[in-house]
């Protein structure tokens, strides 16, 4: 009897403690449930309860009779059913489970409330955006190995409790340079599918530049066959058909993300000046460029056959664009005179309003005249001066809204250290605890605070090729812009974040995420 009992609770302890008790290959296996202060972004109010849900076999995941509820339900099951082995059919009946209910309520269009107990999970949002949202929520506090693709051993213990949740800022942005080395549909999508487990919402694709072209456009079709046929370093380069992009807006809206596409101009042209003379002011067309400096194209703003350019470019790019937004760049124009720069944005603005989008533009902008409702995205530094700083305010304050890029604290490809092999470092070297500690709200001095509609993680590729280092350069600063955006000032705190951080490590391996080992974080110990 006394040996039964200690045999009993030597067992418990093996379990409590995460030893495998069968011997061979101890595998970690948690079983207190992920609490609600390891999801990254914060959530906006959590509310811990005392006892979890556990998904077992018979789950099922019940969504109302909405087609969207119903897709969210299905992408759910998708990232459970490889992990789980379970069936977790997606039904509108029965009790118990996990919900997906559409539901009006204080959510907002992205917001949503999850409560999770003994009887189920049921996440309510007024917005299918919510319940996507809440669905990554919900991911986040199952184990990491849940992102496995082969079955695992469980238990699939959801933490109890209730979380209200809802982002402080509608753009949470993150921006992938397609033009200094491409990336195909695939690499875009992949890339996708880690941005929505942070919930950033917006997709902004830098689809030319001077190294290349990367979307076909029917009426100047030598821009993606020859402007699009290299790219930095002399590789092939490659382009996007239409067929691809828009593949590329399906997938990234089935994650609720909005794809936003930059053509940069007047700047950064040399693709489409070497597809075609005529673009160029003395109607010589330059050789194709594929090293790295910045400044020396510029379209002609006193030709004519510019804003037809303009216009159809900008024409079959809305089409195929069901975002509201088209970026038109408009940085590092040193190759434009100020008065060509002015006037050329002054005739290119309305053309993005004849086809029904919403200019955005990088903040040099804000040196012309932004047309109404226009958004200028910050990317200078804490020591830009003050003068550029409050031009930007200036326009901030006659109504320009602000997406905040801050390139020595988001610019994703700065080097963290000297030592990363990867990226550049003109802004400065950025680790960890410097792209997440600073306050958006607080950033640009004499800019309303209302005036601030996000911030964006931009990703220059001068030095990536490959997902992984895509990967190694985004993670893990990327999610701590995320919780910049989503996250209530009030949850801000580095040493807490730290934490939260360091409990994402698992799930990367799980999903086969390179990342970056900041010695400012404390990561688990294998
Ligand atoms: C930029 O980094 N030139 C926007």
Redesign the pocket.
């Known amino acids: 009897m006394k040996h039964r009992t200690l045999r009993l609770l030597g067992s418990l302890l093996l379990v409590a403690t995460g030893v495998s008790v069968t011997g061979a290959a101890p595998a970690p296996r948690p079983t207190a449930p992920t609490p609600f202060d390891h999801v990254v972004p914060a959530p906006a109010h959590a509310a811990p309860g005392e006892h979890p849900y556990r998904i077992t076999r018979g789950t099922q995941i019940r969504v109302d009779g909405s087609r969207e509820a119903r897709r969210v339900g299905e992408y759910l099951a998708g990232l459970l059913r490889p992990s789980t082995g379970y069936r977790l059919p997606v039904t509108d009946r029965g009790a118990g489970g996990i919900r997906l209910r559409l539901h009006q309520g204080p959510f907002g269009a992205e917001g949503y409330r999850l409560d999770s107990g003994p009887a189920g999970v049921t996440i309510t949002a007024a917005a299918p955006a919510g319940l996507f949202h809440g669905v990554q929520t919900l991911r986040q506090l199952l184990p990491a190995a849940v992102e496995k693709d082969s079955v695992q051993p469980g238990p699939w213990l959801v933490a109890g409790g209730t979380l209200q949740d809802t982002p402080r800022y509608g753009w949470r942005g993150a921006m992938l340079d397609v033009s200094r080395h491409f990336f195909t549909v695939e690499q875009v999508k992949r890339y996708i599918d880690q941005l929505a487990l942070y919930k950033i919402n917006k997709l902004h694709l830098h689809l030319s530049d001077d190294q290349g072209w990367r979307i076909a456009i029917d009426s100047w079709p030598r821009l993606a066959t020859y402007g699009g046929s290299t790219q930095v370093g002399g590789g092939p380069g490659g382009h996007y058909t239409k067929a691809d992009y828009r593949e590329i807006v399906r997938y990234a809206s089935s994650r609720y993300l909005e794809v936003v596409p930059e053509i940069d101009m007047p700047g950064h042209t040399n693709a489409a000046l070497a597809s075609y003379a005529d673009l160029n002011c003395d109607g010589v067309a330059p050789p194709l460029y594929t090293g790295t400096a910045?400044g020396f194209s510029s379209l002609c703003a006193g030709k004519e056959i510019t804003y037809d350019f303009v216009d159809d470019v900008i024409r079959e790019l809305a089409a195929l664009t069901p975002g509201r937004y088209l970026h038109i760049g408009g940085?590092?124009a040193h190759s434009t005179s100020h008065e060509d720069y002015v006037a050329f944005m002054e005739r290119v603005q309305p053309i993005v309003a004849r086809y029904g989008k919403t200019v955005v533009g990088?903040h040099q902008l804000t040196g012309a005249t932004p047309a109404e409702g226009a958004l200028a995205q910050y990317?200078g530094l804490d020591g830009t001066g003050a003068q550029e700083k409050e031009r930007v305010a200036a326009a901030a304050r006659n109504g320009t809204g602000i997406v905040l890029s801050p390139?020595d604290r988001v610019y994703l490809d700065m080097k963290y250290t000297a030592d990363t092999p990867l990226g550049l470092s003109w802004a400065g070297l950025v680790e960890v605890r410097r792209s997440y500690d600073w306050d958006p709200a607080a950033y640009l001095p004499g800019a309303p605070a209302s005036a601030i509609r996000g911030v964006e993680a931009?990703l220059?590729s001068e030095t990536l090729t490959r997902s992984d280092e895509i990967e190694y350069m985004a993670f893990p600063r990327l999610p701590g812009v995320a919780e910049l955006g989503w996250s209530p000032a009030s949850t801000h705190d580095w040493d807490a974040y730290k934490v939260r951080l360091a409990a994402q490590a698992g799930r990367w391996e799980a999903l086969g995420i390179d990342f970056y080992r900041s010695p400012q974080v404390p990561w688990p110990t294998a």
Do not use: F, G, S
């Open positions: 910045v940085d590092e990088w990317w390139a931009p220059w």
